[in-house]
């Protein structure tokens, strides 16, 4: 079984920044593709940055901003939000590619103007 747990979201004012954390309970060395999801009130879930191969990727809107990493000893996919916006409010998911696809509980970021 394969679980996700992510942590480290909260409010914030806009410019600041957070890291997000999600802790897997297995060894990342298996999920060679993870990402980070977010999902705004009212919106569609989007994908905000990815992890493959090594290889990283982001939606156009957190590119310069955010910074996607993996810590495979650690067992914990990170995403470093910095200036953050208030458009950036959203209840942020870790998604990791195995199994046909899991997803965390999700946690809250809130960035006020």
């Known amino acids: 079984q394969v679980y996700l747990v992510e942590s480290g979201g909260g409010l914030v004012q806009a410019g600041g920044s957070l890291r997000l954390s999600c802790r897997a309970s297995?060894?990342?060395?298996?999920?060679?593709?993870m990402g980070w999801y977010r999902q705004a009130p009212g919106k569609q879930r989007e994908l905000v940055a990815r992890?493959?191969?090594?290889?990283?990727n982001y939606t156009d809107s957190v590119k310069g901003r955010f910074t996607i990493s993996k810590d495979n000893d650690a067992k914990r996919l990170y995403l470093q939000m910095n200036s953050l916006r208030p458009e950036d409010t959203a209840t942020y998911y870790c998604?990791?590619?195995?199994?046909?696809?899991?997803w965390g509980q999700g946690t809250q970021v809130t960035v006020s103007s």
């Open positions: 297995l060894n990342l060395g298996r999920l060679n593709t």
């Open positions: 998604y990791a590619q195995i199994y046909g696809g899991v």
């Open positions: 992890i493959s191969s090594g290889k990283t």
